[in-house]
């Protein structure tokens, strides 16, 4: 039996079906990671958009749409490594957690003040893949 509420349908296997919901509340929460990160990145904590006219907050909606990718691409690609990291040290990762894991995060980006980059000094630190060091701690894995 399915059950019109609002414009969502409610089947019985939702009520029912508690792994369901789990996996449905899962899905919201990466959902509502990617529009707080993109909250964060647009407003920087200071609920302020500064174009004025349409054309100029339409450039600020796509310059914030590349940002977001180049975020989750970004991180996306350093929990690859991460993950390959603990592999090759012995420690177990099971793909049902990662599964799990959403890129969209920002607690590593720094929203105010000035970044300085030594771009040379950066350079000298990459490895022979190209990549950064990862900063390795205990986890829960």
């Given at each position: 039996?399915?059950?019109?509420?609002?414009?969502?349908?409610?089947?019985?296997?939702?009520?029912?079906?508690?792994?369901?919901?789990?996996?449905?509340?899962?899905?919201?929460?990466?959902?509502?990671?990617?529009?707080?990160?993109?909250?964060?990145?647009?407003?920087?904590?200071?609920?302020?958009?500064?174009?004025?006219?349409?054309?100029?907050?339409?450039?600020?909606?796509?310059?914030?749409?590349?940002?977001?990718?180049?975020?989750?691409?970004?991180?996306?690609?350093?929990?690859?490594?991460?993950?390959?990291?603990?592999?090759?040290?012995?420690?177990?990762?099971?793909?049902?957690?990662?599964?799990?894991?959403?890129?969209?995060?920002?607690?590593?980006?720094?929203?105010?003040?000035?970044?300085?980059?030594?771009?040379?000094?950066?350079?000298?630190?990459?490895?022979?893949?190209?990549?950064?060091?990862l900063r390795v701690r205990d986890t829960l894995f």
């Amino acid at each position: 039996m399915i059950n019109l509420v609002g414009r969502f349908h409610v089947t019985d296997s939702y009520l029912a079906d508690p792994v369901y919901r789990r996996k449905i509340s899962r899905q919201l929460n990466k959902g509502e990671s990617l529009h707080a990160l993109r909250r964060d990145l647009l407003y920087a904590h200071e609920g302020m958009i500064r174009a004025r006219h349409p054309e100029a907050q339409t450039e600020q909606a796509w310059c914030l749409t590349l940002v977001t990718n180049a975020v989750i691409a970004w991180t996306t690609e350093y929990f690859g490594l991460a993950v390959e990291q603990m592999r090759a040290a012995g420690r177990q990762v099971d793909d049902e957690v990662l599964a799990h894991i959403s890129p969209a995060h920002s607690e590593n980006i720094n929203f105010f003040g000035a970044i300085e980059v030594d771009i040379e000094g950066e350079l000298a630190q990459l490895g022979p893949t190209g990549y950064r060091p990862l900063r390795v701690r205990d986890t829960l894995f």
